[in-house]
């Protein structure tokens, strides 16, 4: 026990380190594909931030359905979206009112609350089957395409505009593209190796504190996978990327549900007690209309209500650990 502690907290900074170096290079190469491509920063949160903010989720899950920890895996999904929706989301208002575009409240927010909706559906039975996996990695993949396709449309309708512009533009912008590629790809890499160590501290120091395999998914593991999407919202919130936050909140929910619980089912099918779903998933859907309810009045989610999204979000930490 003496050098555990050590060991643990040092790989806590460590990863804390990468997660923020990794978030910074992630933002930076997304944001200047978003310019280059003539993408919005909206689709480039719902697809490529979400996906890479999304595999810390995703290798750690899969990894504890490979071991049959699936209450870890399970909550690991459920403590990453909690966070996400609410402490992430809140932390950003915080730091600067974020905007909602439109298009969110019509789309992108009626899929959030059917993910949310998709988990208690599945464990009605107490058991996430390996088809019902499937059906759910599909249903990820049908987001992309449609987030993608639309936004393809978009860009050619903006293309007939001024056309021999944006071509000019694009040949110019190519080598700004490859560089913008790389620091990507060297975003995803970092995060990935910053939340394998903050994770390993994490879930060594909870071995010391003797914590349950559902509360450590739920909280600890949660926190470290979503270390990512709180690092790039809060770098983009400083920058001045609002619409990156929200998409990239909204995208990687969907993500963990859809694709991460998905994977793991079809890996291990996820069974669990009748205690475990109702009060985690419960609070996971409260958490999120609250946060919906906020895009929907003023498409600004301002200060205060940031303040009381993060205070939710510590409320469900409390219900889950009492219930």
């Not at 600067?96 to 559906?121: D, T």
């Not at 505009?161 to 110019?172: F, S």
């Not at 349950?212 to 270390?227: F, K, N, Q």
């Amino acid at each position: 026990m003496g050098l555990d502690t050590p060991v643990a907290i040092a790989r806590l900074v460590i990863g804390g380190l990468l997660l923020f170096v990794g978030g910074l290079a992630l933002v930076r190469g997304s944001t200047t594909l978003a310019r280059t491509l003539g993408i919005s920063p909206l689709v480039i949160g719902l697809t490529v931030l979400a996906y890479g903010t999304s595999a810390p989720e995703m290798a750690v899950s899969t990894e504890a359905a490979v071991g049959h920890l699936t209450p870890v895996a399970l909550g690991n999904v459920i403590g990453a979206c909690a966070a996400n929706i609410s402490l992430v989301l809140g932390i950003t208002a915080l730091i600067r009112p974020q905007v909602v575009e439109a298009r969110i409240i019509r789309r992108e927010a009626p899929a959030l609350l059917l993910s949310v909706v998709a988990i208690p559906v599945t464990l009605y039975d107490g058991v996430i089957t390996r088809t019902e996996g499937m059906i759910m990695v599909g249903c990820a993949v049908a987001f992309t395409i449609v987030t993608l396709t639309v936004s393809a449309f978009g860009g050619r309708d903006d293309l007939g505009a001024t056309g021999a512009q944006t071509a000019l533009a694009d040949r110019r912008n190519e080598g700004s593209r490859i560089l913008a590629l790389v620091l990507s790809a060297i975003g995803v890499f970092l995060i990935v190796a910053g939340s394998e160590q903050f994770v390993g501290g994490a879930t060594r120091l909870a071995g010391e504190w003797g914590i349950s395999e559902r509360m450590l998914g739920l909280t600890i593991v949660a926190l470290g996978t979503s270390a990512p999407e709180l690092v790039t919202s809060v770098l983009a919130a400083f920058k001045g990327e609002q619409r990156l936050t929200t998409g990239t909140v909204i995208g990687s929910n969907l993500l963990n549900v859809f694709l991460v619980l998905g994977l793991v089912a079809y890996l291990n099918p996820v069974r669990v007690n009748e205690r475990m779903h109702p009060v985690d998933a419960i609070g996971l859907g409260a958490l999120t209309v609250l946060a919906v309810v906020f895009m929907r009045g003023s498409r600004l989610v301002t200060r205060a209500e940031g303040a009381i999204l993060v205070a939710a979000y510590l409320g469900f930490l409390v219900a889950a650990g009492l219930l």
